[in-house]
């Protein structure tokens, strides 16, 4: 499908983000929106369903063969149901169409999803939004990939989208997105636990002083790289410093949930071999850190075994 051929954009999923997504096109170029929503002739929430549609002006429809007028299909549904929902449109689909998904399924799920989609003749595209939807409506940073991810950017970004191409792998996206998560998700579980401690300590504003300092001392992507690099060597000694650091958890009548965490994996790290392939020295670059830890971690052996099959 060429860039420039007009956009006929149907939504598989109305939700919040979906919706939110509409409003913001609508604002825009795009005047003519469909959405795919069984509950629009009464099911749980059809009123709120209509609500929304009509704040963008949305045409709501239960019958899959709509999507048959569609040559954009943007799927915006839970993780659980995206593999089944690409499933029971794909043959409903326009030769040419482009299948957007931005569920959060896994990235095998989405290659299941895309060899559904493809072999109907359409077009699947791998998305995932990165940021909050209700805060930034349809501009929020979504990530893509997939042979036709650069078509997607090409046609949304003028609309207003802030797409960026991960390459031509399905699954990709979905898994930057995922392993992101453990990051970003992480970081806000170790703050709840920490500072909760912190504020039944009466000690918050120091311990957010000091280390938003650490923090703040350079970039993101350094921090990263200084904190890989010297856990290689100092895994042990950061374990005896962390157990410590337990009793104040266990004081202000938390559960050590992440704490314990922390304990196990630097322990995991300490009892392995990566002090030794590093020769003793913290290794070179955030790469060579990641290669050591890669190799020695729990799965290392059994994916050598696997690959060499």
Same mark, same amino acid.
Request: proline share 4%; charged share 15%.
């Given at each position: ?37 069984? *509950?629009?002739? $009464? ?12 704040? %963008? $002006? ?9 999507? %048959? ?20 449109? %794909?043959?409903?689909?326009?030769? $040419? ?5 931005? +569920? +959060? ?33 349809? !501009? ?23 797409? +960026?191409?991960?390459? %031509? ?10 392993? &992101? ?5 992480? =970081? ?12 039944? *300590?009466?000690?918050? !504003? ?14 993101? &992507? ?5 904190? =890989? ?10 374990? #005896? ?40 020295? /913290? ?7 990641? #290669? ?9 052996? !059994? /994916? ?6």
């Amino acid at each position: 499908m060429a860039v420039h051929a007009p956009i006929r954009l149907m939504f598989l999923g109305f939700g919040e983000a979906a919706s939110l997504f509409a409003t913001g096109f609508a604002a825009g170029a795009l005047k003519e929106l469909a959405a795919y929503a069984p *509950s629009v002739h $009464g099911g749980t929430g059809a009123k709120r369903l209509h609500e929304r549609a009509a704040l %963008s $002006g949305t045409r709501l429809v239960s019958d899959l063969a709509a999507f %048959s007028a569609a040559n954009w299909i943007f799927a915006m549904v839970p993780p659980a149901q995206a593999l089944n929902a690409a499933w029971a449109v %794909s043959p409903h689909l326009a030769q $040419g169409a482009i299948y957007v998904d931005f +569920s +959060s399924a896994a990235p095998r799920h989405k290659i299941e999803a895309a060899a559904s989609i493809e072999s109907a003749g359409a077009h699947y595209v791998d998305a995932a939004i990165i940021g909050s939807v209700p805060a930034s409506g349809h !501009q929020v940073p979504v990530i893509a990939s997939g042979a036709h991810a650069e078509t997607f950017a090409a046609s949304f970004t003028p609309l207003g989208m802030d797409i +960026s191409i991960l390459g %031509s792998a399905i699954g990709a996206a979905a898994g930057t997105k995922l392993v &992101r998560s453990i990051l970003a998700k992480g =970081l806000e579980a170790l703050y709840v636990e920490a500072l909760v401690v912190a504020e039944r *300590s009466d000690i918050t !504003q120091e311990v957010l002083d000091s280390f938003c300092a650490f923090l703040d001392a350079r970039t993101a &992507r350094a921090t990263a790289e200084i904190l =890989l690099k010297s856990h290689v060597v100092h895994a042990a000694r950061r374990a #005896d410093e962390v157990l410590m650091a337990r009793e104040l958890v266990l004081e202000a009548g938390i559960p050590p949930i992440m704490t314990d965490a922390i304990i196990n994996l630097m322990r995991q790290t300490a009892e392995s071999r990566a002090t030794e392939r590093a020769g003793r020295r /913290q290794p070179a670059s955030l790469n060579h850190a990641l #290669d050591i830890l890669e190799a020695e971690l729990p799965g290392a052996a !059994q /994916q050598d075994t696997e690959t060499a099959r």
